[in-house]
């Protein structure tokens, strides 16, 4: 991984507020007249993958192993477009086969003080209190596909000099399409022979901080096939009035009616 310096997200020259997110651009998810919606990527397997790390098993932390393994790639997320916009993710996999439909999925959004994906995997178990760690691996353990966001713009995952360093629109219309594609590549299963199918029925988001307000807003604009299983923020936005009430956003809109949040 092209792991940056800095601890931030570039922005474009003039910052949007969150009215200007282009909340009200695309229609909403949710919206049985929304007839673009992601579907299962047909592109060959492989295609515009960059494997970053040997698929691993994942490793003891404070004395439990867990039956998962993980794996660091990159992928085009703009394949139709010319030069490589890659996305880093890290993908924590289920040991066990996935059910007749896929697996189930969670995307885990990253907050700007620090880029996760860093952390080489051999010092992934390196601290016992690592409780954060534990949790993705036990999710992965049970059958969860947890899918790890190194976000557009993020200057401690991305260098100066790649695609993606300069290109944020902050919770924008860029990140959204961006999960978007990686929903698409993983619905296909054809991101890596080890790499499961995902059943977007069954599709979480969750985040802390910076991915906690994230989680929110690419619920409420990800043109999802199904209503999102779960939406888990940690520490989000501390200006929930300007955030939902100016913007007119309502964070429950996307959410299954069956979800408890």
Not at 77 to 88: A, F, T
Not at 109 to 121: D, S, V, Y
Request: glycine residues 8%; aromatic residues 4%; contains cysteine.
């Amino acid at each position: 991984s092209a792991c940056g310096d800095s601890s931030a997200i570039s922005t474009p020259d003039a910052a949007p507020s969150l009215d200007a997110m282009a909340l009200d651009s695309q229609p909403s998810p949710g919206d049985s007249s929304a007839q673009d919606v992601v579907v299962a990527s047909t592109l060959p397997m492989g295609t515009g993958v960059t494997l970053l790390t040997a698929v691993t098993p994942c490793p003891a932390i404070a004395g439990r192993s867990f039956a998962c393994s993980i794996v660091d790639v990159r992928i085009d997320v703009r394949p139709d477009e010319p030069g490589d916009q890659g996305l880093e993710l890290r993908l924590y996999l289920p040991n066990s086969a996935p059910g007749a439909q896929g697996a189930p999925a969670n995307f885990l959004l990253l907050g700007i003080g620090h880029c996760a994906m860093c952390k080489p995997l051999s010092e992934l178990g390196s601290d016992s209190d690592d409780l954060g760690a534990q949790k993705i691996l036990i999710a992965a353990e049970e059958g969860i596909v947890m899918v790890e966001f190194a976000l557009r713009g993020h200057r401690s995952c991305y260098e100066a000099t790649d695609t993606l360093f300069e290109s944020s629109t902050w919770i924008g219309p860029e990140e959204v399409h961006d999960a978007e594609e990686v929903l698409s590549r993983l619905m296909g299963a054809n991101i890596d022979p080890a790499v499961p199918a995902v059943d977007s029925s069954r599709l979480g988001l969750s985040g802390g901080s910076h991915g906690g307000i994230s989680s929110f807003v690419y619920a409420r604009n990800m043109r999802v096939p199904h209503p999102l299983a779960a939406i888990v923020p940690s520490v989000g936005t501390p200006d929930m009035v300007d955030t939902w009430v100016s913007s007119s956003v309502d964070p429950l809109e996307n959410i299954s009616a069956l979800t408890s949040v």
